[in-house]
């Protein structure tokens, strides 16, 4: 979302008759996209700006930092403008903000689209909802024209792209049931012609039968990222997730009944404040059971602003770091058994540039000679494979041993 949103400035910004430059040598002023997700992005985001601010003679720096923490920014950058609104933002370079602006011509094989924005959910660790405000879906026509300008530059893949995505249609993200992106799919699969889509993250209790049965369709990629956070019903509850452990079952048990073949991943958070050692192991109970072919797995990191920042049993960092690294053990070992059991498949790889490119599934191959932005069929080898966590040898009995 942050890169879609750096986009559309620079495509505004463009328009108005601005020149964009990719070193600061050559600018006249450096615009900082911040990001707040984490303590150790807003860190990285303040040290970018500060040292650009050294550098250029004008800074700006815009997105979530400066939303959820107008002062601390406005302390961090003297001198420099800060932005909590966009539209402010692009007044100031003299761009007429209510016009809407096209994307400029992309380069990219894969392009993101954004089809919703914000969150109106609570979730107790959550800074994002904070700096994107309430949740919208954008239009099914206008993100259908999106994709068909797309299609029209040669991309051969989208990535629909929100904060909360498969909210999508719903008044208010908190109403699950609403939520129908199963509706947008079959509105893009039916009135475009886009060789792939791709989803990102998905929070399973917006996911309907209606969705699962579309996922069937060989155009959406047959790879679902889930938004699991925890495997302990009890964790779960203290996030403020929305969803128990059984919709996250649902969702698996849904989604490989129609696509046997489909590569899951989840995002899981380790030592989230209270976690018992029960806790963790329901959480390790969960990703052994349904065999997610790859793990995002975050140590807790206190986000101040959270109710879950102020919790007073936080976990230490060591224990953290323990828990963490035990589930990415089991989640290196799931991947290694996916990936094996993908070895000798014909698999459609979108070819990215650099001579290698992705699967469906989200394996990266090598593809010497194809044109970027093609679609090649290719057998998955070890040769062609460029997965580090790839085995060398697969041997079966490896994978079956309990955890
Ligand atoms: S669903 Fe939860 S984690 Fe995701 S953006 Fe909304 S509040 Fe944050």
């Known amino acids: 979302m942050n890169q879609l949103d750096s986009a559309r400035v620079g495509a505004a910004l463009q328009r108005a008759g601005h020149q964009l430059v990719t070193t600061e040598r050559e600018a006249e002023c450096v615009l900082v996209n911040t990001c707040t997700v984490t303590a150790e992005a807003e860190r990285k985001s303040r040290q970018i700006a500060r040292s650009a601010g050294r550098r250029v003679p004008r800074l700006a720096v815009m997105g979530c930092g400066p939303k959820v923490a107008p002062l601390q920014w406005h302390e961090a950058v003297p001198?420099?403008?800060?932005?909590?609104?966009d539209n402010v933002l692009l007044s100031s370079f003299n761009v007429k903000p209510e016009e809407?602006?096209?994307?400029?011509?992309?380069?990219?094989?894969?392009q993101h689209v954004a089809?919703?924005?914000g969150c109106d959910n609570r979730c107790t660790f959550c800074?994002?909802?904070?700096?994107?405000?309430?949740?919208?879906?954008l239009p099914a026509d206008a993100i259908v024209e999106?994709?068909?300008?797309?299609?029209?530059?040669?991309?051969?893949?989208?990535?629909?792209?929100?904060?909360?995505l498969a909210a999508w249609g719903a008044e208010n993200s908190n109403r699950e049931r609403e939520a129908r992106l199963h509706t947008l799919l079959e509105t893009l699969l039916h009135k475009t012609t886009i060789p792939r889509i791709r989803l990102s993250s998905l929070g399973p209790q917006y996911l309907h039968p209606p969705f699962f049965d579309l996922l069937a369709e060989p155009r959406i990629c047959a790879y679902l990222h889930l938004s699991v956070q925890s495997g302990s019903p009890s964790v779960l509850q203290r996030m403020g997730r929305g969803h128990g452990r059984e919709e996250v079952v649902r969702a698996v048990e849904a989604a490989r009944r129609v696509r046997p073949e489909v590569a899951l991943?989840?995002?899981?958070?380790?030592?989230?404040?209270g976690e018992t050692e029960a806790e963790h192991a329901e959480t390790r109970a969960l990703i052994q059971r349904l065999r997610f072919a790859k793990l995002h797995l975050f140590p807790y990191s206190p986000r101040a602003g959270t109710v879950a920042s102020d919790l007073t049993e936080q976990i230490s960092p060591a224990e953290k770091k323990r828990r963490t690294a035990d589930l990415r053990a089991l989640g290196n070992r799931l991947r290694h058994a996916f990936i094996a059991g993908q070895m000798g498949t014909r698999q459609i790889v979108l070819v990215e540039g650099r001579e290698n490119g992705l699967t469906g599934?989200?394996?990266r191959v090598r593809t010497p000679g194809a044109p970027k932005g093609a679609l090649v069929e290719m057998v998955l080898t070890s040769e062609n494979l460029?997965?580090?966590?790839?085995?060398?040898?697969?041997?079966?009995?490896?994978?079956?041993?309990?955890?």
């Open 361 to 363: 599934h989200y394996l």
């Open 146 to 164: 999106q994709v068909r300008a797309l299609e029209a530059q040669g991309v051969n893949e989208v990535v629909l792209t929100g904060i909360n």
């Open 386 to 403: 460029m997965e580090p966590e790839a085995p060398a040898t697969f041997r079966p009995e490896e994978y079956e041993r309990p955890c």
């Open 115 to 117: 089809v919703q924005m």
């Open 127 to 137: 800074i994002t909802r904070s700096a994107r405000g309430a949740h919208q879906s």
């Open 79 to 85: 001198g420099g403008s800060v932005f909590t609104d």
């Open 100 to 110: 809407p602006v096209p994307l400029a011509p992309t380069r990219r094989a894969r």
């Open 265 to 273: 991943a989840a995002d899981i958070i380790a030592g989230f404040p």
